[in-house]
Structure formats: structure tokens, C-alpha cells
């Protein structure tokens, strides 16, 4: 009825990552965020992305995987060059402020990235020359004349099909914009070198048929673009129009256009060309749904002409939205995420958006909302149990109680062992949620666990328990099933709020060897056998810090 979980996990560890037991060497994951445009400060899009990559990291390495996590800043492009100029500033000099933004609001926000890279770096450069000169040699670039539509803010060749006419209140046609971003777009005629991307529909469907794309939403969308006439790209600009950009190879007339610098990025991090094949392509890119054209049609194109696997996954979110609107400067409801990071704390404000965030639909910030996420959840469910489970009038040995199984089984309802069994299979049902990005998912389940948890505390009431020297095997049963859960929970959250989830398994004296997904794929409450009393796991002093794990918010 109540198995052991720990040969579950590692049958589920060998199927997810591939590992041979005699292999003395880590699995390597690299997850991506896209390169964030500094032509404007960072927003909880920004931020909902680069948390999405951080969970993803840190989960990976409980799994026991070598991680390269990166982000960064794309700080080419006519875009930059004309918010430089604006701002009086040189481009470089603006590049540098508005990725320092970039980077102290992850630091703020706690995202454990090991590399941020700026294309304005030389080994980006380096990469980027090489990557065109490869595209060159096999035959996959032409110059030719380009005559069409150009979205300055979206920094993307549109079709006709793409544009629309914006007209004011009285119907008058005002200007062309983009269909899909309702960005202002500009008739655009240059001979600019292009990529003959028209050659590459049937390999991208291939790839696509793999299942890579999540989730199946975003599939479908891509689909009917590749449906759609796949025109070849242009992948060049004039540098007498574009100056701040990486010169094309051997024609310094030219600038390469800012999306074909800008992907390369992921190449640059990974060692390109020289030791990039230790991560790539076991590669998995973290994207807005605005940009998904560019990783899922543009970039595996130009990686299959340098004869190079594409990445093996893509992640696409959805929009936020502020009071189910679409947020913007002129209506002034933009979330500034640092105010909202000193508002309700680094892990607080990561938690909600972890939470709230379904990357299929459009997710809605509310303040309203954060606060009472945040005080049922972290307050109230995972807060006050920790609290009532190391009360000294309880808890008087302030220990880590032993399992008598045999008691348990005496004073046990039928709900108190569909719970035990559920924290059994918690790890598992988490770990799939967490692989395939639904922290959402994982946040319930573990969420669902913590309350199941407090109903069995109220309801075998240990305060009376306590008062009774016969009833001393009960209580202790009761202590001990409460801070499993809580040392499993606090490991399993460990991903989305590092810190709270830290300072629960010190409060447990959980060792720091023991943070691993070892210890919360066994919890101790049965031996081997199944059906004697003992412990799996012997008892331990709890810690006295008596901090608040997270202060009730008003």
C-alpha cells in the first residue's frame, strides 16, 4: 500500500536522463533565456522568463546534472542606434546602463545564471564571423535586392500578408503596421545579402514532428507559418542605414542583421566554434511567444546550413497581463519588478509569478492577488505548519522524531494514508511537472500536500497528545509525518523560492548533502520491510532559530 520511493526515483532518473550507472560523468543541461533588447528597461516579461530558466537550472542540478544556464543583453540593431541617439548618448555607453538594468534586477531577483552575455562582447564577435562565413561556404547565402515591409521595434522583414492599416477614429488610414505586434512599419528597398531559408520547410516540419516545441499551442502556430510562403531572409542591412551592428565578413558596406547576431549568442556561450560541442545541442531556449518565429523557423534553419542539430526544445510563454489588459506605458500600468521584489520579497514575488504563470495562456498580475497567494500559501499553509510542528509545548525535545509504523497503522484514517502515500509520490509528480516547465503544476501539487498535511496535524490534535505520557508513540508519529513533509516540500520548492526553502531544511537541521532529491524521494516513514516499526532516517535536533519563514503581508 505504501512503497518506497527511493528505487522509483532512480528508474525515473535513468529514463529522463539517460544515465548508466558505471558513467562517472554528470549529464549536462543548458537552458537559455532570449537576450533581452536594451532599448528599454526590464519588465516582469523579462523577469517571468528568466525565472522560468532559473527554475528550470536548479532543478536540473538536484537531478545531479552540470548546468550552463545564460542570459543577457542583444544590444545591435537600428533600434538601439535610434534609442542612443534619442537619449544623446553613444550606443555603447547606452548599452552598457541598460544592461547593468538587466543584470542587478536578476541579481535582485536571485537568478542563478552562469553566464551573461552582450553581444558587444569580442567572443561573441568571433563567433558571429565565424557562424556567416560557415553559411557562406555552404552555399546558403546570396546578395540580392530586398523590397518589403520593416518593423523598426519588432526588427523584422514583414510580408504583405503581416501588415495591416491602422486608421483613426474616423477611418482614415493612418499608417501601416504589423499585424502581430501593431508596431509601425516602413517600405524598405536595398540589395542586402539574403538566406535562402525558402530551402528549409520540409527539414523544419521534421524537426518540428519531433514534439520540441511546447506547448502544443505554440506547435500549431508554427505550423501554419510553414504552411504559409517561407520567403527567403534577408540577413543583412546597409551600413550606410545601420552602423551599430557586427560588419559582414568581407564586405564592410554591410551590417548582419541584428536577429542572425543576436541567436548566435546561444553558440558564443556554449564555446563556439572552437568547444561548444560539450553543451550543444542538448539545449533547451526559453522564449516569449513574440518571438518564437526566430527560434523555431530562423535559427534551426541557420543551424541546419552550418550542418549543426538544432536545439533540442523550446519553451514558449504567453503574455502578462495587469488587470486582464495588455500592459502599457500609456495606459500606466506597467509593473516595475523591482518595486515589486522590495514589496513583497525576492522569493515572494518569485513564487507568484512561478505560480500564477500558466505558459500557455495569458497570465494576469494583480496586487490584490500577490497578497493573498502569498499569506495562504507561504504564511499561513507552509509557515504555520513548520511553526506548530517545533512548538516546544509540543515538540518539547525539539527533535527530529523516530516512525513507529505499527502505530501509525493503529491511529491512521483512511485519508491519513492516502496523504502519507501521496508524500511517497510527491517527487516523482513534482518532477515531471518541473521538466516539462509547469512549475504551476508542481507549486499545486506541493501546495496540495502542505494543506492535506495541516488538516492531519488539527485533526489527531498533538496539543492534547501531548498532555498524555500514553499517547507519547502518537504524537511523535504525528511530529514525524509533518516534518517529512516539510523537509520533502522544503527540498522540492527549493527551485522557486531558494530562500525560504533554505531556511525551512535548516530549521529541520537538514544537512546541506542531504538538499538533494535523495532525501525527498525517501521520505522515512516505513523500513524496508513495509510492516515492522522503526525509522528510516534516524532523529535529529532540530535548530533554534526561530525566524518567521515569511512574514504575514498587509
Not at 27 to 52: E, M, Q, W
Not at 60 to 84: M, P, Y
Not at 378 to 383: D, F
Amino acid at each position: 500500500m505504501i512503497c518506497m520511493l527511493r528505487q522509483r526515483f532512480h528508474l525515473m532518473l535513468r529514463s529522463i536522463r539517460f544515465i548508466s550507472e558505471s558513467q562517472n560523468v554528470s549529464p549536462k543541461y543548458f537552458v537559455t533565456t532570449p537576450i533581452f533588447y536594451v532599448n528599454a528597461a526590464p519588465h516582469i516579461g523579462h523577469l517571468y522568463s528568466a525565472l522560468l530558466a532559473d527554475a528550470a537550472s536548479r532543478w536540473q542540478r538536484l537531478l545531479g546534472c552540470e548546468v550552463l544556464f545564460s542570459t543577457g543583453t542583444d544590444e545591435h540593431g537600428l533600434k538601439i542606434q535610434q534609442a542612443a541617439k534619442a537619449a544623446d548618448k553613444e550606443p555603447l555607453s547606452f548599452c552598457h546602463e541598460v544592461s547593468y538594468t538587466f543584470k542587478n534586477l536578476f541579481q535582485e531577483a536571485d537568478i542563478a545564471y552562469t553566464d551573461f552575455i552582450r553581444t558587444t562582447e569580442d567572443r561573441h564577435r568571433k563567433a558571429v564571423e565565424h557562424f556567416w562565413k560557415k553559411l557562406e561556404k555552404n552555399g546558403y547565402l546570396y546578395k540580392g535586392n530586398y523590397e518589403g515591409w520593416y518593423s523598426t521595434q519588432d526588427e523584422a522583414f514583414l510580408s504583405a500578408d503581416q501588415v495591416t492599416d491602422k486608421t483613426d477614429p474616423d477611418g482614415q488610414t493612418v499608417n501601416k503596421v504589423s499585424l502581430e505586434s501593431g508596431h509601425p512599419v516602413e517600405w524598405t528597398k536595398e540589395e542586402n545579402y539574403m538566406f535562402r531559408l525558402s530551402e528549409f520547410r520540409s527539414r523544419l516540419l521534421d524537426w518540428i514532428n519531433r514534439g520540441v516545441i511546447k506547448p502544443a499551442k505554440f506547435e500549431g502556430i508554427l505550423r501554419q507559418l510553414l504552411v504559409a510562403d517561407l520567403s527567403d531572409l534577408s540577413v543583412s542591412r546597409q551600413r550606410s542605414r545601420l552602423q551599430w551592428g557586427i560588419p559582414v565578413p568581407g564586405d564592410d558596406t554591410q551590417t548582419i542583421y541584428v536577429w542572425l547576431d543576436a541567436l548566435i549568442n546561444y553558440l558564443t556561450v556554449a564555446g563556439y566554434p572552437d568547444s561548444h560541442a560539450i553543451w550543444w545541442p542538448s539545449t533547451y531556449h526559453i522564449v516569449g511567444q513574440d518571438i518564437l518565429k526566430f527560434h523555431a523557423v530562423f535559427w534551426p534553419a541557420f543551424l541546419m546550413a552550418c550542418n549543426m542539430e538544432p536545439p533540442k526544445g523550446i519553451l514558449c510563454h504567453s503574455h502578462w497581463l495587469m488587470n486582464h489588459e495588455k500592459m502599457s506605458k500609456s495606459k500606466g500600468n506597467v509593473i516595475d519588478p523591482f518595486d515589486r521584489i522590495q514589496r513583497y520579497t525576492t522569493d515572494g514575488f518569485r513564487y507568484f509569478l512561478l505560480k500564477q504563470g500558466v505558459p500557455s495562456t495569458d497570465s494576469n498580475y494583480s496586487d490584490d492577488k500577490v497578497i493573498i497567494y502569498l499569506n495562504s500559501d507561504l504564511s499561513n499553509s507552509l509557515g504555520n505548519l513548520l511553526n506548530r510542528s517545533v512548538s516546544k509545548s509540543i515538540n518539547k525535545s525539539a527533535q527530529y522524531p523516530d516512525f513507529d509504523y505499527n502505530v501509525f497503522v493503529e491511529t491512521a484514517s483512511a485519508d491519513d494514508l492516502r496523504m502519507v502515500e501521496s508524500l511517497q509520490q510527491l517527487s516523482e509528480q513534482v518532477g515531471k511537472h518541473y521538466e516539462d516547465f509547469n512549475f504551476y503544476k508542481g507549486i499545486d501539487c506541493i501546495m496540495s500536500q502542505i494543506r492535506d498535511t495541516n488538516r492531519h496535524f488539527t485533526t489527531h490534535q498533538p496539543w492534547e497528545l501531548a498532555k498524555d505520557p500514553k499517547q507519547e508513540r502518537h504524537l511523535l508519529n504525528v511530529l514525524h509525518v509533518t516534518l517529512e513533509t516539510l523537509c520533502v516540500c522544503g527540498i522540492l520548492l527549493q527551485p522557486i523560492i531558494p530562500t525560504i526553502a533554505g531556511n525551512l531544511l535548516n530549521r529541520l537541521s537538514v544537512d546541506t548533502q542531504d538538499l538533494g532529491l535523495k532525501e525527498a524521494c525517501s521520505p522515512g516513514l516505513v523500513n524496508s520491510n513495509n510492516d515492522k516499526s522503526g525509522s528510516t532516517r534516524p532523529g535529529r535536533l532540530l535548530s533554534n532559530d526561530n525566524a518567521i519563514l515569511f512574514e504575514r503581508l498587509s
